[in-house]
């Protein structure tokens, strides 16, 4: 299936779990977010990736072969998951988690809600 992007939104959101995540760094696709006051059940995971590539500085503050295997497994407070997904309402979105702390005071990352798509409809 292919997805075509309706509008870009990039803003946090609050992500809910029916059970808490075994990993608070690797958490998984949530149960649901809350977006400008509206909460959004997820009802399918479409897609998953992750981006774990080290940019910047961070590229440069390790060993090559151990480089490789972060970017492979990541490595703390760098990278992002993505997850498309499907709401109760039919609608699709793409989420992130964002592993990188932000401060001493918020060491958990942050989660942000990327796009909405729309399904691309076959030619007739």
Same mark, same amino acid.
């Given at each position: ?49 992750? =981006? ?14 151990? /480089? ?34 932000? =401060? ?13 798509? /729309? ?6």
């Amino acid at each position: 299936m292919a997805y075509l992007p309706v509008r870009f939104i990039s803003e946090a959101v609050e992500v809910h779990f029916d059970r808490p995540p075994l990993l608070e760094k690797k958490p998984g696709c949530p149960d649901a977010f809350t977006w400008r006051g509206s909460t959004y059940r997820i009802v399918a995971l479409l897609s998953e990736w992750h =981006d774990y590539q080290r940019r910047g500085r961070m590229s440069r503050n390790m060993r090559p072969e151990h /480089a490789a295997t972060a970017e492979r497994r990541g490595s703390w407070g760098v990278g992002q998951d993505y997850y498309r997904v499907r709401t109760e309402d039919g609608r699709i979105f793409d989420l992130y988690y964002d592993r990188a702390p932000k =401060d001493a005071g918020r060491r958990k990352g942050a989660w942000f809600l990327e796009k909405e798509l /729309a399904e691309e409809q076959p030619a007739e």
